[in-house]
């Protein structure tokens, strides 16, 4: 029902913007027919991590670039990032695959060596962010355009640090200190952090803190490298905040839209998370804007503050029956004037380096951390094509839960997981 | 369908005549057999094509080392039963097959025991007990993710009723009481979801059957000097025994095969201790793209149901004819 008001939204949208529209959806709409005439319809899935801007500014796209080609159809739906993985699966084992979608940028491998992408030709590296397009590339080949990139720095409840007496932290020693300030002298029933047990992003880039490795390249395939007192220490002082109940004991089993959800109640402190997060945060209780700090990732040991450099890939499936009008549209997603839309509302940086000049995040002093954690502190994991796989499995979900628990020690875990991981790695 | 009439006629025209011809004799086994086959065949059709088929197919697949690649451009090769080993080997898989059955039996007697005791109730002449029967039939109306969804929501740690209401009787260590961190607090939540949804059925169906009870035999017993227990144990319970029969079959069916309550529920349980076998099927095969390891988790899961309902079938038969 939703799907078909939605889609009856966009067409009454698209006949009025054709009737009214001005000489500005004029020129789009001659530039397109000069080339082969676009139509027929597309599905498009787009994740959606929660905030409800993203879905209006891409609901816009499509209802604009219905304006811009009449004729054609664009069907958009999004789906939660958590169950994304599995969709796209059974989508493909189906033969019901959507013809454009937003995928995250560690499975794209997984899915084009399957042979479920479209190769995308136009790709030129200088002109996209580098470390998003060799996340795409299998073999040589690129299977999806970078489209946003962002990396998890740390926010925090400015009053509640004040409270405590606490500076941002900017080590581990910081945020253990600071975390421990504010179990005793804040109150209230709030918890310092929201470590999950089910959000790999918070607690694998631990792991390069520590001045570890997660994986190392070997010739064809991938080694599992996490074997190493450095990892060991890493999962440890993760968990070590649940231990001493520095966490919420239901954080265990929580995904990381509900650690949000708990930063947004004001039931924690300090929260892992990206500019995306912050947006939707302050989108839902704008009170909370002047309350909130933001800060680089904590460093380790090791004196590294790295973080994940996440983001998607624009991507097409192989067995989509209308592949010009999927690329038209990937490539009208692209353009700098629909990017900035996005970065400016939705707090991602764009995937093209022309779009991150342009998004003004450095200027910005709240914003600048989320900027400078991508630039300058942020690394991918290995571009395997059994990356996804391991996500997929949740292996690191379970083995950290139970060095959470305390049923296995931070040594025990990446011992197992790096088993895990090689004979993922070579089956 | 013109066979039909043909058929009669020559059936009338046969009073008549001292033997009718052989021909005409097998026209009318064939008439007499066209049309049942005629009237099952789109039932058959549909059994086949939604049943047989992709039962045949599981169990293909689970003699090979199908994965998403396979399944799309084919070329799967046989490993006759590596799957088989694997999942009884496998340790998350193996734990996966204890909890289906221990969880699914307890499930299957909170059920029965819960619907026995709603159907005795209901059966009383209670004023209003027609509204009570409506109301209970209302749970069994909700669709199960939806119930998981407010089931899990409503034992929240922070902010669920349950957690709230145990902590306002008096019992404070339930502030911020996380259910679902650990296995077995996460089993007492959706064991309690579980039975809400499916006692009413059992409930309405015993109730029926107890209304078919004559209430001479009843008044006989008492008579005879049976108390209110020895009335349920000598005469109600061995008249309704063909119902409970089929009904603990059904339970355990859908209660050895719950997907949805361990799904939405259960997801966050460290190192996933609480998922059932149809959720392992689920993620082996459409998580991990194995499709084979997969299918032989459902296979194993169709053999235990298989094996339980035999077994209580018999039993159950065996009692009632003694």
């Not at chain 1, 892992?272 to 912050?278: F, L, M, N, Q, R």
Request: hydrophobic share 45%.
């Amino acid at each position: 029902m939703r799907k078909f008001s939605v889609a009856v939204v966009g067409v009454v949208l698209a006949a009025v913007v054709a009737a009214c529209g001005g000489s500005d959806d004029q020129q789009t709409g001659d530039k397109a027919t000069a080339s082969d005439k676009l139509s027929g319809s597309i599905s498009v899935w787009i994740m959606d991590p929660g905030s409800p801007k993203i879905q209006s500014v891409v609901k816009q796209y499509g209802t604009d670039f219905e304006a811009a080609h009449p004729g054609t159809k664009v069907d958009i739906q999004f789906v939660p990032w958590a169950q994304a993985h599995d969709k796209f699966v059974t989508a493909i084992a189906g033969g019901k695959v959507p013809d454009v979608a937003e995928m995250g940028t560690t499975w794209t491998p997984e899915f084009a060596d399957q042979g479920g992408l479209v190769e995308q030709p136009q790709i030129s590296k200088g002109d996209y962010v580098s470390s998003l397009v060799d996340a795409a590339t299998l073999n040589g080949k690129v299977y999806g355009k970078p489209w946003y990139a962002g990396a998890r720095a740390l926010i925090y409840r400015k009053d509640m640090l004040q409270k405590a007496g606490v500076e941002a932290p900017k080590t581990w020693d910081d945020m253990m200190a600071a975390a421990k300030a504010i179990k005793s002298k804040v109150g209230g029933g709030v918890y310092p952090v929201s470590f999950t047990g089910l959000s790999e992003h918070m607690y694998l880039p631990t792991i390069w803190q520590a001045g570890g490795q997660i994986a190392t390249q070997d010739g064809e395939t991938w080694k599992s490298a996490l074997n190493t007192p450095e990892a060991a220490k890493a999962l440890d002082y993760y968990a070590s905040f649940y231990k001493d109940g520095l966490d919420p004991k239901a954080a265990v089993g929580w995904e990381e839209p509900d650690a949000q959800t708990a930063f947004a109640n004001g039931d924690v402190a300090m929260l892992i998370a990206g500019g995306w997060t912050y947006n939707s945060i302050i989108a839902t209780k704008p009170d909370l804007e002047k309350k909130i700090g933001t800060e680089l990732a904590p460093a380790g040991p090791s004196g590294k503050n790295t973080a994940f450099a996440g983001g998607s890939h624009l991507v097409q499936f192989q067995e989509s029956k209308n592949k010009d009008l999927g690329a038209a549209f990937v490539d009208f997603m692209l353009e700098p004037a629909q990017l900035n839309k996005f970065t400016s509302e939705i707090g991602f940086l764009p995937g093209t380096t022309d779009g991150i000049k342009a998004s003004g995040y450095l200027d910005d002093p709240q914003r600048k951390p989320f900027a400078e954690q991508l630039l300058d502190h942020s690394a991918v994991y290995p571009p395997s094509p059994k990356w996804g796989g391991l996500e997929g499995a949740n292996i690191f979900d379970g083995e950290i839960q139970k060095v959470m628990k305390g049923q296995s020690t931070g040594q025990q875990a990446v011992q197992e997981l790096a088993k895990k991981m090689d004979e993922e790695f070579a089956g | 369908m013109s066979t039909a009439p043909a058929a009669v006629s020559a059936g009338r025209a046969s009073e008549s005549a001292p033997r009718p011809p052989a021909a005409v004799i097998a026209r009318r086994w064939v008439a007499r057999l066209t049309m049942p086959v005629l009237l099952l065949l789109p039932a058959m059709v549909i059994i086949v094509g939604l049943i047989g088929y992709p039962l045949v197919r599981t169990v293909y697949l689970s003699f090979t080392d199908t994965g998403l690649g396979e399944l799309i451009y084919g070329g799967s090769t046989w490993v006759g039963l590596d799957n088989f080993k694997e999942v009884f080997s496998d340790e998350h898989l193996r734990a996966s097959l204890v909890n289906t059955v221990v969880f699914g039996t307890l499930c299957v007697i909170g059920t029965m025991v819960f619907g026995f005791a709603t159907a005795l109730l209901l059966n009383q002449r209670l004023r209003g007990n027609w509204f009570f029967a409506i109301a209970v039939l209302l749970p069994w109306a909700v669709p199960a993710i939806a119930a998981s969804a407010i089931f899990k929501w409503l034992f929240d740690s922070r902010y669920g009723f349950v957690n709230w209401a145990l902590v306002e009787l008096g019992f404070s260590g339930f502030q911020d009481y996380a259910w679902f961190a650990g296995r077995v607090s996460a089993y007492v939540a959706i064991f309690i979801t579980v039975v809400w949804q499916s006692f009413p059925f059992i409930a309405l169906s015993l109730l029926a059957g107890l209304q078919t009870i004559p209430k001479e035999t009843l008044h006989a017993a008492a008579v005879d000097g049976a108390g209110p227990w020895n009335r349920f144990r000598l005469v109600t319970l061995p008249l309704l025994r063909p119902i409970v029969a089929v009904l603990v079959v059904f339970s355990t069916i859908w209660d050895f095969k719950i997907f949805d309550q361990i799904y939405v529920m259960a997801a966050g349980v460290p190192d996933r201790a609480a998922d059932t076998a149809a959720v392992a099927a689920y993620r082996e095969g459409f998580a991990l793209s194995h499709y084979g390891l997969g299918s032989a988790v459902a296979v194993v899961l169709f053999l235990i149901l298989l094996v339980f309902s035999l077994l209580y079938v018999r039993l159950i038969g065996r009692e009632g004819s003694a």
